[in-house]
T-cell receptor, first 116, second 115 residues
């Protein structure tokens, strides 16, 4: 079965640079989520999109932005990178459907970002 | 507020032993969902099980079983006859309505199965 695809899998950037992470959800999934997992920590929710509209917002820094495109893939744009942004970034997708329907989130393999 | 507590930071068991991972949650949502995910050393998050708040029936799926008790706000996960490949960090997660679909994760329990 098709899974969530994330690219790149590894990324090394310098401080103050920008980075763009891409996520391709499972086909027919309508919701995409972004999470950040620091070393030894649990994943923290950043932002989500349902049918290309932002649906929920978590602890996403103002330096970060995201969007979901017409083909349902999503991109997380990170600017003015800081050392503390070094983390594993997960994308997850689900088939949420109706507003009250909670479906299981399936996670991609993650993008490991290292900021030097 | 949504909160998930996994009091066990690290657990070590010998292969073939049974092991139970504890999860306690807090939520004000009337409808909520509980999940267990596994994160092996390779880093991906693998979905294991899910439970809805309106369904307290406990089940067994292969070597996995879970015990969901609303009265104590607990959602414990048991692996029977543990194997070395079970070594991973296990996360309990919570989501609900109307709070939102985002997951609130516990801090994880690192399980080591010793051959």
């Amino acid at each position: 079965a098709a899974g969530v695809i994330q690219s790149p899998r590894h990324l090394i950037k310098e401080k103050r640079e920008t980075a763009t992470l891409k996520c391709y959800p499972i086909p027919r999934h309508d919701t995409v989520y972004w999470y950040q997992q620091g070393p030894g920590q649990d994943p923290q929710f950043l932002i989500s999109f349902y049918e290309k509209m932002q649906s929920d917002k978590g602890s996403i820094p103002d330096r970060f932005s995201a969007q979901q495109f017409s083909d349902y893939h999503s991109e997380l744009n990170m600017s003015s990178l800081e050392l503390g942004d070094s983390a594993l970034y997960f994308c997850a997708s689900s088939n949420t459907g109706l507003a009250d329907k909670q479906e299981t989130q399936y996670f991609g393999p993650g993008t490991r970002l290292l900021v030097l | 507020a949504q909160k998930v507590t996994q009091a066990q930071t690290e657990i070590s068991v010998v292969e073939k032993e049974d092991v139970t991972l504890d999860c306690v949650y807090e939520t004000r949502d009337t409808t909520y969902y509980l999940f267990w995910y596994k994160q092996p050393p390779s880093g991906e998050l693998v979905f294991l099980i899910r439970r809805n708040s309106f369904d307290e029936q406990n089940e067994i799926s292969g070597r996995y079983s879970w015990n969901f008790q609303k009265s104590t706000s607990s959602f414990n996960f048991t692996i029977t006859a543990s194997q070395v490949v079970d070594s991973a960090v296990y996360f309990c997660a919570l989501s609900g309505r109307p709070t939102g679909n985002q997951f609130y994760f516990g801090t994880g329990t690192s399980l080591t199965v010793i051959p």
